[in-house]
């Protein structure tokens, strides 16, 4: 699951059976009791030394994941307690919803953490992406059924959307807006992929881009096409120009900062100043900027100072 989904649940329940299991409900009915996630680690803090209680901040494309380990978790907090930042990382643990008044807040009690590579963070972006728009799909059936409780937990079934993922949906179309969660959600699992993979590679089988875009149920065939075909190149070409643009700008961006750094990071107004004189407008330095912190490539570890990764 993607740091963003995580980070906008707000329903957890507990099971009655003896087990006395307590899920996390995203806002795609995931049912999450454990998690697995990669990302990059940007930051390590003991924030209760008395109790070896640490806390990780782990970016996806998507956001970023908090992530604690204490003496329950001792691997996990004996990682921390000795990690280098950045890093990718690799972490299995229990999703957990801190609940006050009108505040709900997400984190992940890990039980393992291990350093790992951004071949394999790529690999879990789009697998996860994969895995979220299966939900995506499952929740379209649930919207268009307009049912509730035990008949649509059956019409899920009878859909072939599996028994755990079924009684999540029937929970959370109880709590979150499905309209809006898919609205929401598409572009960032589209924004997701496009931060692993470069346009012009992106051609694996098993994910396809058009459905990663799609908004809504409807597939426009080619006979419905005839009369905006023109706008929709010409929409295609500008895209195309910006997707470039922007590329380059990333480029130029990295080599600044390589070229700027000299050890302790560099200030983001310099960096900024620096590329501005070379004609960069200083809104294409500050997006190049983002896109490279959603992939990985560079962070912040502290307010105002960039450092690659």
């Avoid at 994941?65 to 000795?82: D, H, I, N, R």
């Avoid at 999540?168 to 309209?179: E, P």
């Avoid at 969660?181 to 470069?198: R, Y």
């Avoid at 058009?210 to 149920?217: F, S, Y």
Wanted: include cysteine; hydrophobic fraction near 40%; charge should be negative.
């Amino acid at each position: 699951m993607f740091a963003y989904e995580l980070n906008k649940s707000t329903l957890q329940v507990k099971e009655d059976d003896q087990s006395g299991s307590s899920y996390v409900i995203s806002p795609t009915g995931a049912k999450i009791n454990r998690i697995f996630v990669v990302g990059v680690l940007t930051e390590v803090e003991n924030v209760r030394s008395s109790e070896d209680l640490w806390r990780a901040r782990i970016a996806d494309p998507t956001g970023t994941f908090t992530v604690y380990a204490g003496k329950y978790q001792p691997e996990a907090a004996a990682f921390l307690a000795q990690a280098e930042v950045p890093q990718f990382v690799a972490v299995l643990g229990r999703a957990r919803l801190y609940t006050r008044e009108e505040t709900s807040y997400a984190s992940i009690w890990s039980k393992e953490i291990n350093p790992t590579t951004e071949t394999a963070r790529n690999n879990w972006v789009i697998t996860t992406a994969e895995r979220t728009l299966d939900r995506v799909e499952a929740l379209k059936i649930a919207l268009s059924a307009g049912l509730q409780s035990n008949t649509l937990s059956t019409k899920l079934l009878d859909s072939d959307v599996n028994a755990v993922l079924a009684d999540g949906i029937t929970r959370a179309v109880l709590s979150y807006n499905g309209s809006d969660v898919i609205a929401d959600i598409v572009p960032v699992i589209a924004s997701a992929i496009e931060a692993v993979v470069e346009a012009r590679e992106f051609t694996p089988a098993n994910v396809d881009p058009q459905r990663a875009r799609a908004t809504d149920d409807a597939v426009i065939s080619e006979s419905e096409q005839g009369p905006e075909q023109t706008d929709e190149a010409a929409t295609t070409q500008e895209d195309s120009v910006a997707t470039a643009a922007l590329a380059k700008n990333k480029e130029h961006v990295l080599f600044k900062m390589n070229e700027l750094d000299a050890g302790s990071g560099v200030p983001y107004d310099r960096l900024i100043e620096t590329l501005e004189a070379q004609g960069l407008d200083e809104d294409d330095v500050e997006e190049a900027v983002q896109e490279l912190m959603d992939e990985g490539k560079c962070y912040e570890p502290k307010i105002g100072i960039l450092k690659l990764i």
